[in-house]
């Protein structure tokens, strides 16, 4: 799995860094982390952060799919709850695709 490092901004801000997606990406999560994902291709991908547990019925709990339209850039939230036991707490995210697909972490 690779981490991906997150930036934090100072004063006069910070480059977003951002880097091709792949296979096996994985960040760490906190109310201030936020992934950014920018879609470079002509059409819409899907990000799927894995979100481990069961409900209370003993159900996988479903992972969080986001679809990332053509040509956007997107930010979405590192929640806590995507922290996974099993990959060192961090959140696990998959591609639907990641030709011209670029991203990175920032916290605040």
């Given at each position: 799995m690779a981490e991906i490092l997150a930036k934090q901004p100072g004063p006069d801000g910070v480059a977003a860094g951002l880097a091709a997606a792949a296979a096996g990406d994985t960040a760490k999560t906190g109310n201030h982390r936020a992934l950014l994902v920018n879609n470079g291709?002509?059409?819409?991908?899907?990000?799927?952060?894995?979100?481990?547990?069961?409900?209370?019925?003993?159900?996988d709990v479903p992972d969080n799919v986001?679809?990332?339209?053509?040509?956007?850039?997107?930010?979405?939230?590192?929640?806590?709850?995507?922290?996974?036991?099993?990959a060192n707490r961090q959140a696990v995210i998959t591609w639907s695709a990641t030709a011209n697909v670029t991203r990175g972490v920032i916290q605040l």
């Open positions: 291709s002509d059409d819409p991908i899907t990000v799927t952060i894995a979100v481990p547990g069961k409900t209370a019925t003993g159900e986001i679809t990332v339209a053509a040509s956007e850039l997107r930010v979405i939230p590192l929640l806590p709850l995507y922290a996974d036991p099993e």
